[in-house]
């Protein structure tokens, strides 16, 4: 245990080339940095169990922060661990700089996500320590006995997201989950008083939390809260820290600068800056130092820690030895790769649903993929997801035996909790809803884009054939919008996320495939609730895997390309007939992932959609679903409103989605 003095001393330390920071940067929040300057201090130098020579290292305790605005926090207790330079620090905010504004996951400088958005953060803790408890119960608490420590703000507390987080982890009795709450009454634009008055500690506790409070500036009751977090056995913890916004500022005539609204969004700026330097022991010319003191402190911790990991890596290794298989097991769920599925027992019902040939795959990975979370935001039985569930039984509090993940009426923090059970590592989740509530989880799954997280969404119900529920659960904008975000290249230069819609029960077979073998982004698969008659015999479903192709029964020299995904292909196939029987050739095209075709050689795309070539295409989402298919000269048949109440049938014929309609459009355009 280090003396006040000392760790008063690195907590200033992290102060001021956090304040230095911002700065030099002429932008960023110092005010939250430097307030929370003292826990992040006690958690690093005292508490937190990690590798300094292997950050990957599946044992380490996870630190997740919420506030990605208190980046330069982060940055600056990392570099006293020796994962950032001073140098690096200086680049805050610059082209090319691994400091970026708001932190981005890399795993090897300490940083376990990528945060921002606020309130995700600390719904990624809790899902990573949902994967901690299921992976114990797989593998042994030998290797699984770290903790998930998160660090939120008012703004995170604030966040609706927050709510069902602090429900589900509650609930389910996320003992190893520890969450600092930086609680120092200000916020960006004004005080928290203003917009919340709400008693914090009651409501946490009614989910049934540990709560602790305690000064966020006091190393002693720092210390104490931690020690007593770790004790807990039955609930997850929240320490209500009151801490001081721009702990240590001053202002340009001396007085104090804490406490204030302007320390937040802001650099201190001339004198205040130069003034605040001073008080905290740095030279205002040359800030970007670790004092020697403080490096000596952590140097302390980092030897402790070599003989913390060594006995722990020893322990690990007499687990393997006396359980091979399940030391097996780890290596090869840690690894990243995909898992081996044998998709020939997947047998799928002809005519069937998407979502019901989801169920049937889901049934498959349940039994040939052990480390596989699916969770559904109370669907299953709609979405199918139950076809996961029929083969496990649901994680509850004092049992992680089980695969599914049921989160309740949340999609958004149940697709952020299913990220946090990826970047605990060990875990390949999924989860599902309608794809209309897609629009919940937007926010999710462009972190999961960002951070390139191979986490599977199943949004079924993909169109106005929901039928007599009406236009509010009809989805019409949501593929366009996501199939926008494929557009998207991520730092490796891959689509961002890869969107499958297939066009029958085998072609879903196909999708699930694909999904469950990419490792490198999210997968979206966008499924039908009606049935949907299976493409013409002999169709070569292997050839979605480039994205798209030509449907068998296709003419080879052809007047009209019809193009679609999902069920508007076999209304593509129905028209198709029609067609040929005024001497009409037609070539059909299941386009089932835009992002993937476009990935294939040039000589590919041409071969199956022609330049020149007049084509017909057809969705049940917005006609620029399938702009960049069809192109300028073509044709689409798509929607023009939000749909109507009604049995789908009636809706296919009053919306034109009818084999008739594509015998008129094309008859029209030729």
């Not at 630190?63 to 140098?87: C, E, K, V």
């Not at 104090?256 to 800056?273: F, K, N, Q, W």
């Not at 009426?409 to 209309?436: D, S």
Request: proline fraction near 5%.
């Amino acid at each position: 245990m280090n003396d006040n003095k000392l760790m008063t001393r690195a907590a200033n330390n992290i102060r001021i080339l956090a304040a230095s920071m911002v700065e030099k940067a002429k932008s960023g929040h110092p005010g939250g940095a430097m307030g929370g300057a003292d826990f992040i201090n006690v958690l690093f130098s005292e508490f937190l169990v990690y590798d300094p020579t292997d950050p990957t290292w599946a044992g380490r305790d996870r630190f997740f922060l919420d506030p990605g605005h208190m980046s330069p926090m982060l940055y600056s207790a990392l570099a006293l661990q020796g994962f950032f330079t001073l140098d690096e620090l200086k680049e805050f905010r610059q082209w090319d700089s691994p400091t970026p504004g708001h932190p981005e996951r890399d795993l090897k400088r300490g940083i376990e996500n990528t945060s921002g958005p606020l309130g995700q953060g600390h719904t990624f803790a809790a899902g990573a320590a949902v994967a901690e408890k299921f992976l114990a119960a797989r593998l042994g608490k030998e290797v699984m006995q770290h903790k998930i420590y998160a660090y939120i703000s008012d703004g995170g507390v604030e966040e609706e997201i927050s709510q069902g987080t602090g429900r589900i982890a509650g609930n389910l009795g996320l003992s190893n989950l520890i969450m600092f709450y930086d609680s120092n009454d200000i916020q960006l634009s004004t005080e928290t008083k203003v917009v919340m008055s709400e008693d914090t500690a009651a409501k946490y506790k009614a989910w049934g939390w540990n709560v602790l409070t305690c000064n966020g500036n006091d190393v002693d009751e720092i210390r104490a809260a931690l020690i007593e977090a770790q004790k807990e056995t039955e609930r997850p913890t929240i320490i209500i820290g009151k801490t001081i916004m721009g702990k240590g500022a001053l202002r340009a005539d001396g007085t104090s600068y804490e406490a204030c609204i302007d320390t937040h969004g802001a650099p201190l700026g001339g004198d205040a800056y130069i003034n605040t330097m001073k008080a905290l022991g740095a030279d205002p010319e040359n800030p970007f130092q670790i004092f020697p003191e403080v490096a000596e402190l952590y140097a302390r911790r980092r030897e402790e820690l070599t003989k913390i990991v060594a006995e722990r890596k020893a322990a690990e290794a007499e687990w393997a030895k006396a359980n091979p298989e399940k030391a097996a097991l780890k290596k090869e769920w840690f690894s990243g790769n995909a898992p081996k599925v044998d998709w020939s027992v997947c047998i799928q019902k002809e005519g069937a649903a998407t979502r019901a040939a989801s169920a049937a795959c889901l049934s498959v990975l349940a039994e040939q993929v052990p480390n596989m979370i699916c969770a559904s935001a109370d669907l299953s039985n709609s979405d199918k997801t139950d076809g996961f569930l029929k083969k496990t039984k649901s994680i509850v509090r004092n049992d992680f035996e089980g695969a599914f993940f049921q989160a309740g009426v949340a999609e958004l923090t149940m697709a952020c909790m299913c990220i946090g059970m990826y970047l605990h590592g060990g875990v390949i989740p999924a989860c599902g809803t309608f794809f209309v509530f897609s629009d919940y989880m937007k926010p999710a799954a462009r972190m999961a884009a960002l951070m390139e997280v191979p986490i599977k969404f199943i949004w079924t119900h993909d169109a106005f054939r929901v039928g007599e529920d009406g236009p509010t659960h009809e989805p019409v904008e949501q593929e366009a919008q996501i199939r926008l975000m494929e557009k998207l290249k991520n730092h490796h230069g891959k689509d961002s996320i890869r969107v499958f819609r297939p066009a029958d029960a085998d072609e879903t077979t196909v999708c699930w495939a694909m999904a469950m073998e990419n490792m490198e982004t999210p997968t979206a698969l966008i499924f039908s609730r009606q049935n949907i008659a299976k493409l013409p015999t002999g169709n070569d479903y292997e050839q979605a895997r480039k994205g798209a192709y030509v449907v068998a029964g296709s003419d080879a020299d052809f007047d009209i390309l019809l193009l679609a995904s999902g069920s508007e292909v076999s209304t593509l196939v129905a028209g198709a007939e029609l067609l040929r029987k005024d001497g009409i050739k037609v070539r059909i095209v299941s386009a089932p992932s835009e992002g993937l075709f476009r990935q294939q050689p040039k000589e590919y795309q041409e071969s199956v959609i022609p330049a020149g070539a007049k084509i017909f295409g057809m969705t049940a989402g917005l006609p620029v679903t399938l702009e960049g298919l069809v192109g300028a000269n073509g044709k689409i048949w798509g929607m023009p409103s939000f749909g109507f109440s009604a049995p789908y049938k009636v809706l296919d014929e009053k919306l034109g989605y009818t084999a008739e309609n594509v015998y008129k459009q094309v008859k029209a355009m030729l």
